[in-house]
């Protein structure tokens, strides 16, 4: 076996066991394992992908950011990762809320059936207080899934009448 099959052999064993305990919610576990992986092999679109989903979640936004721009780079093609740099972007809020509106389109031309992305449109024009754009990108999230939890509470936030 050469070093390079070593290398991805590692990576493998040491990202699989990472996604376990990120399943478990043992995340200190699954931040040692995914960094271990990381470190056989950086250039692994789902190790980065998933250290900036526990960082960004942490709160710790730039790392995230940086973590999923390096996936995006590996698999350009990951809705979810576009997704999820938006919505860091969205979260760092100002002029980065352009930022996250131009990963939103990346997103939309490879999956327009994500109700996360008119989510997010809705909340950045919330954010900015357009308030009536907001409820229109939010009622479109619900009808690409009336599931979706996070769009039906900033609606119902959005249509209370103000005290």
Same mark, same amino acid.
């Given at each position: 076996?050469?070093?390079?099959?070593?290398?991805?052999?590692?990576?493998?064993?040491?990202?699989?066991?990472?996604?376990?305990?990120?399943?478990?919610?043992?995340?200190?576990?699954?931040?040692?394992?995914?960094?271990?992986?990381?470190?056989?092999?950086?250039?692994?679109?789902?190790?980065?992908?998933?250290?900036?989903?526990?960082?960004?979640?942490?709160?710790?936004?730039?790392?995230?950011?940086?973590?999923?721009?390096?996936? /995006? $780079?590996? !698999?350009?093609?990951?809705? *979810? @990762?576009? #997704?999820?740099? =938006?919505?860091? +972007?969205?979260? &760092?809020?100002?002029?980065?809320?352009?930022?996250?509106?131009?990963?939103?389109?990346?997103?939309?031309?490879?999956?327009?059936?994500?109700?996360?992305?008119?989510? /997010? $449109?809705? !909340?950045?024009?919330?954010? *900015? @207080?357009? #308030?009536?754009? =907001?409820?229109? +990108?939010?009622? &479109?999230?619900?009808?690409?899934?009336?599931?979706?939890?996070?769009?039906?509470?900033?609606?119902?936030?959005?249509?209370?009448?103000?005290?």
């Amino acid at each position: 076996m050469s070093m390079n099959n070593e290398h991805y052999r590692m990576a493998q064993i040491h990202r699989d066991r990472g996604k376990r305990h990120y399943a478990a919610n043992e995340i200190k576990e699954a931040v040692a394992e995914l960094t271990e992986a990381y470190k056989f092999d950086p250039r692994d679109p789902e190790i980065l992908s998933l250290l900036a989903e526990i960082y960004g979640a942490a709160g710790f936004i730039d790392p995230a950011a940086d973590l999923i721009q390096k996936s /995006l $780079r590996e !698999n350009f093609s990951d809705v *979810r @990762g576009w #997704i999820m740099l =938006a919505n860091l +972007y969205a979260q &760092k809020g100002g002029a980065y809320q352009e930022l996250a509106l131009e990963q939103l389109n990346q997103a939309e031309n490879l999956d327009p059936k994500q109700s996360m992305i008119p989510y /997010l $449109r809705g !909340n950045i024009c919330a954010r *900015r @207080g357009q #308030i009536e754009e =907001a409820k229109n +990108y939010l009622r &479109k999230a619900l009808e690409l899934d009336p599931k979706n939890m996070y769009a039906k509470r900033d609606l119902d936030i959005l249509n209370k009448p103000p005290e």
